[in-house]
């Protein structure tokens, strides 16, 4: 009755806007997150999601040690452009002095926040300390937080899960320890580290940290938003103060937009034509040579452009052409002919692009 009661509130509260801030950044009532996501959150896919509607955007994560040995791969994570503000510049590492100084390359890069992961799951990241790695050392992990926030201006927010695994889910506990030692906001993804990306985020601890009336900063849920309604519903039944979208971008950056439009006016927009895919599917394609030169660019964007046109009929001889040509002219080429042999398909059947776990 009680818990019930507590959830109908939430959602009359809900309704009522909320300028949410994060330090002094101002992000306006139920802010929408792009999460960081290595390999595919680079400038271009950023400038993608930023257009459709993204409030806050995120580097892929940079390692601490690739930053202060001035490793090429993990300095070129570092370049952020003005139109994509707010953008988060997320650092990962083991060890606290390393991950001090490269908080301190990263704020000279210019961001708006620095975000540090606590969360990747993979073995060796994990299994070394750093990512969810450091759930199993809380004392480690607030003093090397308590140390970046000393050590940078910018505001410092961080980025992690539940717990390790099912028997370890500190996430209230470490929520509380690490706003005392000055984080603005805590992002918290909806599984432990055991469970890698399987079964179903829980969001229910999420929606206790949000309640804990120790917590001030905001708190953005993530896992598993792949619709405008599950959006909706994250806001209203935990009421979290933002929500962080992952794999359901793929090939739909338009996700911002239909989930803003919902929650503005509780309607569905239309899957976009096939035709409007191909032009931004040509526009991603652009950015993609701009930031990245030619062939990176080309490799790069393999990944995007065939989920643009995932549930299309008989696409895959066409998809086969679009993820192994090398001319991006001859890419722009196959992409015509798609709005010209699929044009009139009707998209509203499309299934977006299936979360990984769903596959
Ligand atoms: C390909 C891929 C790369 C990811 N890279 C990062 C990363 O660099 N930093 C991070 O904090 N999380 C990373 N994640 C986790 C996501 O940010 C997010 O927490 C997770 O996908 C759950 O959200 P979703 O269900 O909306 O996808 C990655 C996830 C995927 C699928």
New binding site residues.
Partial sequence: MLAILSVKIAIFVRKIPIDVKIANIELGDKPLFL??????TDPSFRFMCKRYGADVVYT??ISSDGLIRDAAKSLAKLNIYDYERPVGI?IYGHEIEPMVEAARVAEAAGPDLIDI?F??PVRKIATRGAGSGMMRDVPKMVEMTRRIVEAVSLPVTV?TRLGWDEDSKNIVEIAERLQDVGIAALTI?GRTRAQL?RGE?DWTLIGEVKRNPRMHIPIIG????ASAQGAARAFAEYGVDGV?????TYGRPWIFREIRHYLDTGELLPQPTVRERVELAKLHLAKSLEFKGEKVGVLEMRRHLSCYFKGLPDFKPTRLKLVTANDPAEIVDTLDYVAQRWGDFDTAGLVPAP??HEV
């Fill in positions: 999460a960081p996501m290595e390999d595919v892929e994560f997320q992961n969360g990747c980025k993804h990306y985020a993530n896992g598993d938003i962080m979208i992952g794999r359901a979360l990984s």
